[in-house]
């Protein structure tokens, strides 16, 4: 049962225009939702999150919508730059205790 | 601030065996969760730890096990070893919220 969903395998993007990820989940008791950046062998980075009282949270470059009726969130990369290149993690989390439940990744390339 | 650390890196193990994963946490961090990576099923979560006791347990047979010390520091164990138990395992530490993670362990069990 994939409890949250990145249907984007992959995605490409030209260098200083928007990434725009998509992240979908099915379970309405998760309270808390963070996006991840990975490369090969490393373990993920942490980029931003968002509770699920906000609709939207900025960070830098980063921004991330919430919609709790559409049980949908989204990571807007702006300006992309190559280095953004990684797979990019969704995850939410129950209001009990840190297990995090992952969406299975989308590889962004950002093209120079 | 130190990140997360795990030890070893890297670890080949023959099926049968048994392995221990180390993780120190951040500075300050209370709780330590750990993560199974593998390319078919993705990040799983396996337990984690506050404050030495176990609060939540993933769907994993019971030859995963781990525990935490006073110091916050944690293992996680694995006996038995089969083949499908290669992965890169993931060690997190949390304060309030958001989850830093390690570097992580990849097991190749042979």
């Known amino acids: 049962d994939q409890q949250v969903k990145q249907n984007s395998p992959s995605l490409s993007v030209q260098e200083g225009r928007i990434s725009i990820l998509n992240c979908d989940y099915t379970?309405?008791?998760?309270?808390?939702f963070l996006w991840y950046k990975k490369y090969p062998a490393e373990g993920p980075t942490f980029l931003i999150s968002i509770s699920s009282i906000k609709d939207k949270n900025e960070d830098g470059r980063f921004t991330v919508f919430l919609n709790k009726s559409a049980k949908h969130l989204s990571l807007h990369i702006v300006p992309s730059q190559p280095g953004d290149s990684a797979v990019y993690f969704c995850a939410a989390r129950m209001e009990y205790g840190n297990k995090l439940v992952f969406g299975a990744g989308t590889i962004l390339r950002v093209k120079s | 601030k130190a990140g997360v650390t795990q030890t070893p890196r890297y670890l080949i193990k023959t099926r049968g065996q048994q392995v221990t994963l180390s993780c120190s946490p951040i500075?300050?961090?209370?709780?330590v969760s750990w993560y199974q990576q593998t390319p078919g099923q993705g990040l799983q979560f396996l337990f984690e730890y506050f404050s030495e006791t176990q609060r939540n347990k993933g769907n994993f047979p019971g030859r995963f096990s781990g525990r935490q010390f006073s110091n916050s520091r944690s293992e996680m164990n694995v006996s038995t070893l089969e083949l499908g138990d290669s992965a890169l395992y993931l060690c997190a530490s949390s304060a309030l919220g958001e989850q830093y993670f390690g570097p992580g362990t990849r097991l190749t069990v042979t």
């Open positions: 500075s300050g961090h209370r709780s």
């Open positions: 379970n309405s008791m998760f309270d808390y």
